[in-house]
């Protein structure tokens, strides 16, 4: 699930792309040489459940989700400890 959310940060942040579909996800990994999820649409909707991801517009039959800012914060605080040490274990 982390790197889930890592990818999908990725994927907003540095391909530029405000969404994303469970299937830009599963090539997200790929390209990052990781093992994808056997049913990223399951990892998407846990995520979701966990107010990381949210739903965003529906195009054809296509769901793009975001990131939430709940997600975004997790990403950062993993990218910078020192930031935010009450993370730390």
Do not use: C
């Amino acid at each position: 699930m982390d790197k889930a959310i890592v990818l999908a940060f990725w994927i907003e942040e540095y391909q530029d792309k405000g969404h994303f579909t469970s299937a830009e996800l599963k090539s997200a990994f790929a390209n990052a040489r990781e093992p994808a999820p056997a049913n990223p649409s399951d990892v998407v909707a846990k995520l979701e459940g966990a107010g990381k991801f949210m739903r965003a517009e529906k195009l054809g039959k296509s769901q793009y989700y975001r990131l939430t800012q709940t997600g975004i914060d997790q990403v950062h605080a993993w990218l910078n400890p020192s930031l935010h040490p009450e993370d730390e274990t």
